[in-house]
């Protein structure tokens, strides 16, 4: 007969109950998660719905019409583990291999919010959800807020000088180039009636278009500039941020990977406003126009694309039912090679474009595959392969019928100064220089694009420009393009509005 020593005995028992639990882990890993959630996704799904949380609720409804029986699996836990109270905590969870489908039906009453460090995400990134000023999960904010309470615009009295100057003197430089840009060149197509129909250059009704901006709360002074300036223009709008304010629209979005808006963590942010765009606003606007702070928009010249007759076939229609993806093509330069030499990707400096069908596919099939870990800044770039390598899809050429430039990924004064390399030419700084010749050259060896130089290369009907900072610059491009008025002029210029 084999004894077992009593001081040997807890010991024992303790690997049996660590070899018990690991394997039990395990096994509800492979037989209840979704293939696509990695290890640590898997982890917090476990453990908020076998341990809950002290006294607070999560569940889901499971009446969405996105889910069905075949692939749904629900995990319904009891926790008694609360010792405040005695009332049971209901922790149920659906879990759909091709992404949840949340839309409005979140329930979720947080404890203390001193505690919320320690909270678990209610369902697996990128469909974690928002939350509130009182960082409670579940936020939903009102993405109209800037039309119902538009946001006046203000010239703080130490950006007077820069923001009222003549043109080409101001913050935005280039003198007479800037004048030949702002004043003669670019033009604010008319806002056609929202109701409405046609004119010789539309076929369609006007398409809805939510705006969602990324950033964090060191750049608060840019998206105030863009509430103030092209923001409400926007059918919908939202900044994905780390903190929330419902009257700004400004939505605290946690994400997977690098937290608190840190620049290296942007791909996954985007995952993150694509997943809560698809949850809760998926039906309600035709295309989603994806930005950083530092991009300006001009809104009109969008709409007038998305309603051209090219616009419209290439996007299947009137009600645009084919996958959308559009902005300024960008060449990946020193990624060329792995990629391959014809890809290109819509940059993000100057913002890029997708619509409602877009949204579904990448939640419903790119995301769970593609990049889902990965956790770096060139959100651009990734999204451009995820929708090649998934979808087979590589985006329209947004360019104008002559060639010129609608998506400008550099300073349009910075994008007009340089000129052919026989030539002298003026252009703020070396990397930008290098940068857009390498483009020229791609394009050239790729695609037979004629290089055009100078202001002739940017579009009559631009849409967007990036690296639009510091936030008085912002102000100043508003200024440009629709404040030149006499009326505007002695309202913004004057003592009247200088705050």
């Not at 009102?142 to 923001?163: N, Y």
């Not at 700084?429 to 002739?456: A, C, D, M, P």
Request: glycine residues 8%.
């Amino acid at each position: 007969m084999v004894t077992i020593s009593s001081t040997r005995s807890p010991r024992i028992l303790l690997v049996i109950f660590t070899v018990f639990f690991v394997t039990f882990q395990a096994v509800i890993n492979h037989y209840y998660f979704p293939s696509h959630l990695n290890l640590g996704e898997r982890q917090l799904l476990l453990q908020d719905a076998f341990y809950g949380n002290s006294g607070g609720r999560r569940s889901l409804s499971t009446n969405d019409e996105k889910f069905t029986e075949s692939s749904r699996i629900t995990i319904n836990t009891t926790s008694s583990l609360s010792s405040s109270s005695s009332s049971s905590t209901d922790n149920s969870i659906l879990i759909d291999g091709s992404g949840f489908s949340l839309r409005n039906r979140i329930d979720i009453q947080d404890p203390d919010p001193k505690t919320d460090q320690h909270q678990l995400l209610a369902h697996p990134h990128p469909h974690a959800g928002a939350k509130d000023e009182f960082h409670r999960w579940g936020y939903v904010h009102d993405p109209t807020i800037l039309l119902q309470k538009p946001q006046p615009f203000v010239i703080l009295p130490e950006e007077k000088d820069k923001i009222c100057a003549e043109v080409g003197y101001g913050n935005e430089g280039g003198g007479k180039r800037a004048k030949m840009l702002f004043r003669k060149k670019i033009k604010v197509a008319e806002m056609i009636n929202e109701t409405s129909a046609v004119s010789s250059t539309t076929s369609s009704a006007v398409p809805k278009v939510f705006c969602a901006i990324y950033s964090y709360p060191g750049n608060n002074n840019q998206t105030d500039a863009i509430r103030r300036t092209w923001g409400d223009r926007c059918d919908g709008f939202m900044t994905a941020s780390t903190e929330t304010n419902h009257d700004l629209a400004a939505v605290n979005l946690p994400h997977f990977g690098n937290g608190n808006g840190q620049y290296n963590g942007i791909w996954q942010k985007v995952r993150s406003m694509i997943g809560y765009i698809y949850d809760n606003f998926l039906e309600d606007y035709d295309f989603y126009f994806i930005c950083g702070d530092d991009t300006y928009l001009i809104m009109e010249n969008l709409k007038e694309l998305l309603m051209s007759p090219n616009f419209i076939e290439y996007a299947g229609g009137k009600d645009y039912p084919n996958i959308v993806y559009t902005g300024g093509l960008t060449h990946p330069q020193y990624l060329a090679e792995k990629h391959g030499k014809d890809f290109y990707y819509m940059g993000g400096g100057s913002g890029y474009l997708i619509n409602r069908s877009t949204v579904r596919a990448l939640v419903e099939r790119v995301f769970p595959i593609c990049h889902n870990e990965t956790d770096r800044s060139k959100e651009d770039l990734y999204m451009g392969l995820c929708l090649r390598d998934v979808l087979n899809v590589t985006g329209y050429d947004s360019r104008d019928t002559e060639g010129r430039e609608r998506f400008i990924g550099v300073d349009p004064i910075q994008r007009a100064a340089i000129r052919p390399r026989k030539r002298k030419e003026s252009i703020f700084g070396e990397q930008h220089k290098i940068y857009l010749r390498s483009q020229f050259r791609w394009q050239r060896r790729n695609f037979g694009w004629k290089t055009i130089y100078g202001v002739g290369a940017i579009s009559p009907k631009a849409i967007s420009f990036h690296l639009v900072k510091p936030a008085a610059k912002m102000k100043r491009f508003e200024r440009l393009f629709y404040r030149m008025s006499p009326k505007y002029s002695e309202r913004d210029c004057n003592t009247s509005n200088v705050t």
